[in-house]
T-cell receptor
Framework: SQQGEEDPQALSIQEGENATMNCSYK?????LQWYRQNSGRGLVHLIL?????REKHSGRLRVTLDTSKKSSSLLITASRAADTASYFC????????????FGPGTRLSVLP | DTAVSQTPKYLVTQMGNDKSIKCEQN?????MYWYKQDSKKFLKIMFS???????INETVPNRFSPKSPDKAHLNLHINSLELGDSAVYFC????????????FGPGTRLLVL
């Protein structure tokens, strides 16, 4: 299985509800990032959280990091139809020779 | 102006052909990357490159080769294309290696027939 793995694979909610996506990883990391990918587009960086941080906010986004459990969560509050996209976590794993390792993503659908 | 641009946006070609995808970034970044995203949306790094170091993912066939004429460009050459090469290829850049936000291009959708 992969270094970064999002859960759930797909999530469907109503506009205005909160959406929570989780990411688990296997090895120690320097930082973890969340990206969004709209259909047919490239990835857009949302937020970076470093290994010594536990929580970070950016607008309607809240990211938590639990290094003891090797997991992170992305919370989108008051979701909008425009939030419909795939969300990926990427880990900068200390033991990986490459740069970032991306998970398979969570496909979020926000229904109007 | 687009920060990271790729051409072409779509590429349809026959098996066995050789093709190139171009990538340019105008962000002044030192490091560029190529990723492959398959039909299941898995995104895997192929190369990371700055003017000093090329790091190759060992799973990438040697039919794939990055070429960088200058710091702002990293092109991807693919020889003897195979059906399994069909995917979306993304170029990205960052200010430096590791611990940096990556900026992605719009992707090149390659279909090998």
């Amino acid at each position: 299985s992969q270094q970064g793995e999002e859960d759930p694979q797909a999530l469907s909610i109503q506009e205005g509800e909160n959406a929570t996506m989780n990411c688990s990883y296997k090895t120690s990391i320097n930082n973890l990032q969340w990206y969004r990918q709209n259909s047919g587009r490239g990835l857009v960086h949302l937020i970076l959280i470093r290994s010594n941080e536990r929580e970070k906010h950016s607008g309607r986004l809240r990211v938590t990091l639990d290094t003891s459990k090797k997991s992170s969560s992305l919370l989108i509050t008051a979701s909008r139809a425009a939030d419909t996209a795939s969300y990926f976590c990427a880990t900068d794993a200390i033991n990986y020779g490459q740069n970032f390792v991306f998970g398979p993503g969570t496909r979020l659908s926000v229904l109007p | 102006d687009t920060a990271v641009s790729q051409t072409p946006k779509y590429l349809v070609t026959q098996m066995g052909n050789d093709k190139s995808i171009k990538c340019e970034q105008n962000l002044g970044h030192d490091t560029m990357y190529w990723y492959k995203q398959d039909s299941k949306k898995f995104l895997k790094i192929m190369f990371s490159y700055n003017n000093k170091e090329l790091i190759i993912n060992e799973t990438v066939p040697n039919r794939f080769s990055p070429k960088s004429p200058d710091k702002a460009h990293l092109n991807l050459h693919i020889n003897s294309l195979e059906l399994g090469d069909s995917a979306v290829y993304f170029c990205a850049s960052s200010l430096a290696r590791r611990e940096e936000t990556q900026y992605f291009g719009p992707g090149t959708r390659l279909l090998v027939l």
